[in-house]
C-alpha cells in the first residue's frame, strides 16, 4: 500500500510538471535579445550572467524542496547574509573552519525552522519570518556594516575562470543541477518528499515519517542558502549583513515560475533553473536599457503577483477536478 501510493504521487507530479513551455519560453526570450539588444551578446555579458544566476539557482533549489513538501522558507534571505557575515570574520584565521561553520550556521537554522514548525505547529510562513528576524540581528551583529576579508585562495577557487569563462561557478551549477535531481526523482527521499506536499495526512497513513522529511529539507535549505552566502562573500570579497535580501522574494519567484506550486506536492529543479535564468535576464536587460531601479522592483512585484496567482488559479482547477472524479457517478 505505502509503495503504491508514492509511486502513484510521484507520477502524478511528473506528469503535472512539464517544463517544456518554459524551455520554449527562454529560447524565444534569448533570441529576442539577441535581435534587439547587441550588447546583451557581448562575452562579458553573457559571463556576467552566469555568475550572477548560480548563488540565485542554489537558494532556489532548497526553496524548491520546502515548496514542494508544502512549506516554505522566508529564512534564506537572513541566512545568505549570514553566511557571508561569518565568513568574513573567520576564514582569514581559519578558511577550513570558516567554511564548515558558515554551512552549519545555514543547517542550525534549517533545523529550527523544521522543528518548529513539525514539533510545535507553527505555520511555515510565520516561522521562517521569525528565524529571518533574529538571523538578521546575529548577522548585524556580527557584521554591523559590509566589511571584513575573505581570503584570495577562496576566491580563486569559488571563481575560476579559463579566459572569460568562469568555469567554477559553472561547475557549481552543474552539481547543484545533478545533485537535485537526483535527490527528487532517483531517492527515497524525493518520493516521501513529494508524498508528504501532496497529501500530509495520506503521507502519514502510508507509513512516511512526514516530520523527519519536512525537517530535513528545512535543514537543506538552509544548508544550501548558506552555501549560496559563501558564494557571494567571495564575489563581493567581503562580508555584508545585507546581501542577501534580495534573494527572499526572487528564490520564490524563480521556483514557481519554474512550475513548482505553492500548495506543494509538485516542481522540479530544471524548471527552477529555467526560473532563475529568466529572472535574472530581466534584471540584466533592465540595466542594460537604463531602467530605473525603483520601476524595476515595481515590475519585479507584478511578475511575482501574476506567478502566485497564476500558481493559485491552477492549484485550485486542479482541487476541483479531483474532487469530481472522485464522486461517484
Known amino acids: 500500500?505505502?509503495?503504491?501510493?508514492?509511486?502513484?504521487?510521484?507520477?502524478?507530479?511528473?506528469?503535472?510538471?512539464?517544463?517544456?513551455?518554459?524551455?520554449?519560453?527562454?529560447?524565444?526570450?534569448?533570441?529576442?535579445?539577441?535581435?534587439?539588444?547587441?550588447?546583451?551578446?557581448?562575452?562579458?555579458?553573457?559571463?556576467?550572467?552566469?555568475?550572477?544566476?548560480?548563488?540565485?539557482?542554489?537558494?532556489?533549489?532548497?526553496?524548491?524542496?520546502?515548496l514542494i513538501s508544502g512549506g516554505i522558507d522566508l529564512s534564506v534571505s537572513a541566512v545568505l547574509s549570514l553566511s557571508t557575515s561569518i565568513a568574513s570574520v573567520t576564514m582569514e584565521h581559519n578558511l577550513g573552519f570558516g567554511i564548515v561553520l558558515c554551512l552549519c550556521s545555514g543547517m542550525v537554522v534549517g533545523l529550527i525552522n523544521g522543528l518548529g514548525i513539525t514539533k510545535l505547529k507553527i505555520n511555515p510562513f510565520l516561522m521562517t519570518l521569525l528565524t529571518t528576524t533574529i538571523v538578521n540581528g546575529i548577522s548585524l551583529f556580527i557584521r554591523p556594516y559590509p566589511g571584513g576579508t575573505i581570503p584570495a585562495p577562496f576566491v580563486n577557487f569559488m571563481l575560476a575562470s579559463i579566459g572569460?569563462?568562469?568555469?567554477g561557478p559553472f561547475v557549481l551549477l552543474v552539481i547543484f543541477v545533478i545533485v537535485g535531481n537526483m535527490v527528487l526523482h532517483k531517492s527515497k527521499l524525493g518520493r516521501h518528499l513529494f508524498a508528504t506536499g501532496g497529501n500530509l495526512d495520506a503521507a502519514k497513513l502510508a507509513g512516511i515519517k512526514t516530520n523527519g522529511v519536512l525537517i530535513t529539507f528545512y535543514i537543506i535549505s538552509g544548508f544550501c542558502a548558506a552555501f549560496a552566502g559563501l558564494y557571494m562573500a567571495a564575489r563581493i570579497t567581503c562580508g555584508?549583513?545585507?546581501?542577501?535580501?534580495?534573494?527572499?522574494?526572487?528564490?520564490?519567484?524563480?521556483?514557481?515560475?519554474?512550475?513548482?506550486?505553492?500548495?506543494?506536492?509538485q516542481g522540479g529543479i530544471m524548471g527552477t533553473v529555467i526560473g532563475a535564468v529568466i529572472?535574472?535576464?530581466?534584471?540584466?536587460?533592465?540595466?542594460?536599457?537604463?531602467?530605473?531601479?525603483?520601476?524595476?522592483?515595481?515590475?519585479?512585484?507584478?511578475?511575482?503577483i501574476f506567478i502566485?496567482?497564476?500558481?493559485?488559479?491552477?492549484?485550485?482547477?486542479?482541487?476541483?477536478?479531483?474532487?469530481?472524479?472522485?464522486?461517484?457517478?
Not at 24 to 41: G, K
Not at 241 to 265: D, Y
Not at 308 to 329: C, D, E, I, M, Y
Request: charged share 10%; hydrophobic share 50%.
Open 164 to 167: 572569460e569563462f568562469p568555469i
Open 308 to 329: 502566485v496567482g497564476f500558481s493559485q488559479f491552477h492549484a485550485l482547477k486542479r482541487k476541483r477536478t479531483a474532487l469530481h472524479v472522485s464522486q461517484p457517478a
Open 240 to 265: 555584508d549583513p545585507s546581501v542577501g535580501a534580495s534573494f527572499q522574494m526572487q528564490s520564490i519567484t524563480a521556483a514557481v515560475l519554474g512550475g513548482t506550486s505553492l500548495t506543494g506536492g
Open 1 to 66: 500500500m505505502q509503495m503504491h501510493f508514492i509511486q502513484r504521487l510521484r507520477e502524478k507530479a511528473r506528469k503535472s510538471h512539464s517544463p517544456m513551455g518554459l524551455y520554449f519560453m527562454l529560447v524565444l526570450v534569448v533570441l529576442v535579445l539577441f535581435i534587439c539588444l547587441p550588447q546583451f551578446q557581448k562575452s562579458s555579458n553573457l559571463c556576467d550572467l552566469l555568475l550572477r544566476v548560480v548563488p540565485l539557482l542554489i537558494v532556489a533549489e532548497g526553496q524548491t524542496f520546502v
Open 279 to 304: 529572472l535574472i535576464m530581466l534584471g540584466n536587460v533592465f540595466n542594460l536599457l537604463n531602467f530605473n531601479i525603483y520601476w524595476q522592483q515595481v515590475i519585479r512585484g507584478l511578475i511575482l
